[in-house]
């Protein structure tokens, strides 16, 4: 049976959805909650894969956060033993600052449910293809990054150019939450109630837009978290 390692960096931010199905698929998902101080592994080890969570904190704030110089320790192992790595949102942005991209807050916040379009690159991707009509799933971020050297950009937002990026065969940064349905929104929206409220974003309105938005979505995030896990070896 394979073993999947979930790096969780923040109280809400678990891995909702791709949890689900790694389970229905048999894949045992172990989760290190980092920002708990829990020792973030260095090396991949007996993991077949690795998925690098989203955050409240920013990737470029390892003096405040040292689990996040461990992550991206974490990440370059990985790549060099050729395992699949996922990253969502801040891990995302981790992956793009490890692999030469630069991380750096984006020209406005991005929270709701935006459209995402992806690139022609997308329809040829080994992940992607042949899920790649306009998406809006939900963004909860500050920070964008430019791509790393030799990344393939697969989709943008009209806010964020680079939404999802994958480099070399197997390491893809997602900077949207394909992992949160309407229950994990509505766990994320209670616990970050006066955030939202602070980025002028009106939780219940939130919730509602969600709710009509995100049936839409899910069979999209089930179909790539399960060609994911057809990576792991």
Known sequence: MSRVLFIQNG?????????????????????????????????????????????????????????????????????????????????????????????????????????VRFTPEAERDPLWQ???????????????????PGATRLASSERTENQLFRIDEKLYGVQFHLEIDGPTLVEMVETDHGSLERNGVDPQAFLREAAAVLPDTEPVARAIFTRWTEMLS
């Open 130 to 148: 042949g899920q790649t009509a306009p998406l809006r799933p939900v963004h909860w971020h500050k920070d964008t990054f430019t791509l790393p």
């Open 11 to 115: 109280e809400g931010e678990h891995a909702g959805l791709f949890a689900r199905v790694l389970g229905d698929l048999g894949v045992t998902l172990e989760v290190i909650h980092a920002w708990q101080g829990e020792p973030v592994p260095t090396a991949p080890n007996g993991w077949a894969g690795i998925i690098i969570g989203g955050g409240s904190m920013s990737a470029y704030e390892q003096q405040e956060y040292p689990f996040l110089t461990a992550e991206e320790v974490l990440i370059e192992a990985a790549r060099a033993k050729e395992r699949p790595v996922f990253g969502i949102c801040l891990g995302a942005q981790l992956m793009a600052s490890t692999l030469g991209g630069k991380v750096f807050a984006n020209a406005e916040k991005e929270i709701g449910l935006y459209e």
